[in-house]
């Protein structure tokens, strides 16, 4: 990952995050030019990100503090284990509705198989 990447994650009550550097942002507001992402750090810093639609950075603010790589990593971390309890369970479901598709396959055979015998 290049460091001017930046990537999304979540808040521990579902509210979007942006990383960037090892900058954590919430979502702030919508400008004609992009979406405004300020630091979480409210109140201490100042520094923002504004991205355009395709993600990229058109804008930035400086913060007063140092990165913090471990923080963002942690964060990631506890939403890919949420993810992944999401996934498992979006695979069951899945599963289940394979298998009633393919009852239903099996019938509407059956039929078939009447009608040209
Ligand atoms: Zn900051």
Do not use: P
């Amino acid at each position: 990952m290049s460091a001017s990447q930046v990537s999304y994650t979540k808040s521990q009550r579902g509210a979007d995050k942006v990383i960037h550097e090892g900058f954590m942002h919430t979502r702030h507001k919508e400008l004609a030019r992009g979406v405004k992402w300020r630091c979480d750090l409210r109140g201490e810093c100042s520094g923002y990100l504004v991205l355009n639609d395709d993600y990229k950075i058109i804008e930035k603010g400086d913060h007063t503090h140092t990165a913090d790589w471990g923080r963002c990593k942690a964060r990631e971390f506890v939403v890919s284990l949420k993810k992944k309890a999401e996934r498992s369970r979006a695979n069951h479901f899945a599963k289940d509705h394979f298998a009633k598709k393919c009852n239903l396959k099996d019938i509407g055979s059956n039929i078939a198989g009447n009608l040209v015998d």
